[in-house]
């Protein structure tokens, strides 16, 4: 029955078996299932790698089966811990072939094509920006995760949103919620939305982009260091797919001028809430940081926060008891 569990038929009567008579001996166990003593110490070893078993209180040395509803949570747990285990390394093996490929890209030189341009360097991303900038008639919609911007990011972006805005331009922006710590980035935005923009912020976000009139997209080569340039893609089942993307984003964020309320039932914050669900997935607190736009520390100083109200003395034992209270989504 619990095959599925990582318990084999075997394994699982030796649990039962105990379950039925806690303080029976391995001999007892013996005569009771009709098998070796070797097979009966397989299972036991077993059990304890699946913490199914543990130390007794009582007895020195004897081993007690735990409960099959916290034994079978624990089973549960750790299956899910394997598939979003599983589920990162896929994530990473997507983000190394994206490298790659963009490596393999640099080898070659810029070129154009009707519907792509590759662009190669700093001053190669903002003439184009410039460009689109003063062509497009309608609306611009921005993406720009990693948290706090660079005060150079911001400064080149200020001209450029200052005459679209001058226009009647829409402007969209979505940054991550950690900006609203950040006194350069939050000013910044405010400005944006004195002069008639939209701002909204969320705990993560996809990667950077920009979308001009929904016809013209420039996104970087590698998300993870856009220093290597960029492609603007006027392919119009990207660039819809891009759109896609934004605005199922921008429906989840929060107006800027709106305080993040927290969740009712939980108490929890957005942000606590995707990093609970970050951590779970086996993220270090590296890269638990990069997603949520904030520093290794910080994530660090809000997990031990989390852990304090949770009253876990481990980080595992917080991710059982924030599952046993329906925190992890």
Partial sequence: MLDVLGLDRGVEAVYRAMLAHPEGSVEDLCVQLGVPESTVRDALDKLADLRL???SRDVLGEMRPVSPELGLELLLRRQEEEL???RQELELGKAAAARAIAEYAGFRPATRTATSERLVGLDAIQARLESLAREMSDECLSVMPGG???QASLDASRPLDDVALGRGISLLTLYQDSVRRDPATLAY???????????RTCPTLPPRMLVFDRRVAVVPIDPADTKRGAVCISEAGVVASLVALFEQTWHSAVPLGADRSKDARTGLSTSEQELLTLLASGLTDEVAGRRLGISARSVRRQMSGLMERLDASSRFEA???AAQRGWLQ
Wanted: proline share 0%; net charge positive; no cysteine.
């Fill in 148 to 150: 706090a911007q660079s």
């Fill in 189 to 199: 935005a405010r400005w944006m939305t004195g002069r008639g923009g939209m701002v």
């Fill in 319 to 321: 991710g059982l008891k």
């Fill in 53 to 55: 078993l543990r130390a």
């Fill in 84 to 86: 979003l285990r599983r």
